[in-house]
């Protein structure tokens, strides 16, 4: 039997949110996610095609503290990793601040992937509700649409538009940076 082509697509803050609360719900300051960890664990059982990345980093001019310096440098370091493991990277600069055009970017590339026929099976790392239209649009081209987030990422509502809802929470300790 033939394994169904996948593509992941990560929309980065809202995967650091969930983690950073998750975190905070296990009391476990240090919890981080491994990123390549969790491709490996979604993508068992399925010829994964591509992995998409969707962050946004400061715009230097706009980097102020050692804080902030020290994520930016980590979000490169990141990227650089995830581009090292074929990962297609899409960072935005920030508008003053505040994160633009990522989103769109994400469902740009999760439709028209899905009207090529790049996949038969989506899983989409995040549970922000902004996506809904896009994945019933990409629904009904005949695709699956998973989404895999932490349990405190995935708002109720979602169970109704999603064809599968992949909780990070239980295998949080196998996808744990070490």
Known sequence: MMQKSLVIFIDASNLSGGTARYAEKIKDPNYDIDIL????????????VRTYF????????????K???F??????????QLMHHGVKVTNKLRQKNK?????????????????RGAFDVAIIVSGDQDYVNAIEAVQSMGKVVIVACFENSFPDEMYRHVDRYIRLDEFAKEIAKT
């Open 99 to 115: 994160e633009k055009g990522v989103d769109v970017a994400l469902v740009t590339d999760f439709l028209m992937l899905g009207m």
């Open 37 to 48: 960890k969790m491709l490996r664990r979604l993508s068992r059982g399925y010829e994964l």
């Open 71 to 80: 994520w930016h440098q980590k979000m490169l370091a990141a990227h650089a």
């Open 54 to 65: 969707y962050s946004s980093t400061a715009q230097p001019q706009d980097i102020r503290s």
């Open 67 to 69: 804080t902030e310096q």
